[in-house]
């Protein structure tokens, strides 16, 4: 059973860098044909991918993100990771790891979420 755990710290000051980490279990992250995603929830709002990065290694970004968002595998660690520098506020969002079978963002190809942790920006 693939297993998707989030971490990182809950609060982050605006201008500093969100850093999150996705563990997986119970698959390895460079598995052919899948596809291990950020999204995310803002309170009130819908879901809102911020990319993927796929077997091959190759990267897929929201536009509104790709030119801050950064997604890595470590595959020493077979973990997901999230860099998004120079947060604000409207970053504070529920973030989800999320494994989906191919190469698009269709939330209806996602098959494994992880629980999603809350991050909030504030000084």
């Known amino acids: 059973q693939v297993q998707l755990q989030e971490s990182g710290p809950g609060l982050v000051k605006p201008s500093e860098t969100l850093f999150l980490t996705c563990s997986i279990s119970?698959?390895?992250?460079?598995?052919?044909?899948?596809?291990w995603s950020w999204i995310r929830q803002a309170p009130g709002k819908g879901l809102e991918w911020i990319g993927y990065?796929?077997?091959?290694?190759?990267?897929y970004y929201s536009p509104s993100l790709a030119s801050r968002a950064s997604i890595a595998r470590d595959t020493s660690k077979n973990q997901l990771t999230l860099q998004l520098p120079s947060v604000t506020r409207e970053a504070t969002a529920v973030y989800f790891c999320?494994?989906?079978?191919?190469?698009?963002?269709?939330?209806?190809?996602?098959?494994?979420w992880g629980q999603g942790t809350l991050v909030t920006v504030s000084s």
């Open positions: 119970g698959a390895s992250i460079t598995t052919n044909w899948y596809y």
């Open positions: 990065v796929g077997y091959s290694d190759a990267s």
């Open positions: 999320a494994r989906n079978k191919y190469d698009s963002t269709y939330l209806g190809y996602v098959e494994v």
